[in-house]
């Protein structure tokens, strides 16, 4: 079982960066699959970018390739999310899940443990 904590959320105009930091406790966190996901204001949640146990795998919705990055802290129980270029469709409370296993890591179902949130805003 793990704690997720999301923090590095803010506003920033477009075009600007962010990093999201999403911390465990509990359990070893190399043992747990992470997803990033989004909801904005009258939408379904909404997948974002997914790492694997070792990293080896990461993988992003189509229209944050190229700008978000997913890693994870070799040394501590923390997975990142770097934003570079938002823009205000990136706007939205973004949270950290984690899982064991999944079978479709896109899924918000999949995941059994979520951190609280963290807002996000991009203005024009």
């Known amino acids: 079982q793990v704690e997720l904590v999301e923090r590095g959320g803010g506003s920033v105009q477009a075009g600007g960066s962010l990093r999201l930091s999403c911390a465990a406790s509990?359990?070893?966190?190399?043992?747990?699959?992470v997803g990033w996901f989004r909801q904005a204001p009258g939408k379904e949640r909404e997948f974002v970018a997914f790492?694997?146990?070792?990293?080896?795998?990461?993988d992003y919705t189509e229209s944050v390739e190229g700008r978000f990055t997913v890693s994870r802290d070799a040394g501590n129980p923390t997975v990142f999310l770097q934003m570079n270029r938002l823009t205000p469709e990136d706007t939205g409370v973004y949270y950290c899940a984690a899982s064991s296993e999944v079978t479709q890591f896109r899924r918000p179902s999949e995941y059994n443990y979520w951190g609280q949130g963290t807002q996000v805003t991009v203005s024009s």
């Open positions: 509990g359990d070893s966190f190399s043992a747990y699959v």
């Open positions: 790492i694997s146990k070792t990293s080896v795998i990461t």
